[in-house]
């Protein structure tokens, strides 16, 4: 039977295997030609999901969002949450410039510019 849309022809077993999945919190990767009907699995999984009662999250990549570790997903964080880990960042970030200015006395910390990136060593912040 189908839940959304016109009949669903076939993926019984493919579509019992994502919902079973995703009932024990496991991914599946949905792989085909285009237009096989990837999408349409999903879409029919996540019906299926929801009215056991799960809740469902839907979300597109873009190459947009690609740009951005993780980019897909941000738009489920609330600004709460956003907010809580930018102060949590500054806050790795201030620690670790005070602990290379421990070392440099060359090296300042300034407590309103954005944190250094990760992926450069804290004497980069500022000098
Ligand atoms: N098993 C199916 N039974 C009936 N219709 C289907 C089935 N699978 C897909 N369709 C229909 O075929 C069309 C294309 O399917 P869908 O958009 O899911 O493909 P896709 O693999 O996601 O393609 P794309 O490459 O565009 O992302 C849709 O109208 C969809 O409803
Ligand atoms: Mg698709």
Do not use: K, Q, Y
Request: net charge positive.
């Amino acid at each position: 039977m189908s839940l959304s849309g016109p009949a669903l022809v076939g993926r019984t077993s493919a579509l019992d295997t994502v919902v079973r999945r995703a009932e024990h919190g496991r991914s599946s990767i949905v792989t085909g030609p285009t237009g096989i009907g990837r999408s349409r699995l999903l879409v029919e999984a996540g019906v299926r999901l929801e009215r056991a009662g799960r809740r469902v999250l839907r979300a597109t990549a873009t190459a947009s969002a690609a740009a951005v570790p993780f980019g897909v997903l941000l738009g489920f964080l609330d600004r709460a949450v956003l907010a809580r880990m930018a102060r949590r960042t500054r806050s790795a970030a201030r620690r670790s410039c005070a602990a290379a200015s421990a070392r440099s006395n060359r090296t300042r910390c300034s407590s309103t510019r954005p944190p250094c990136s990760t992926t450069r060593p804290p004497r980069s912040c500022s000098s």
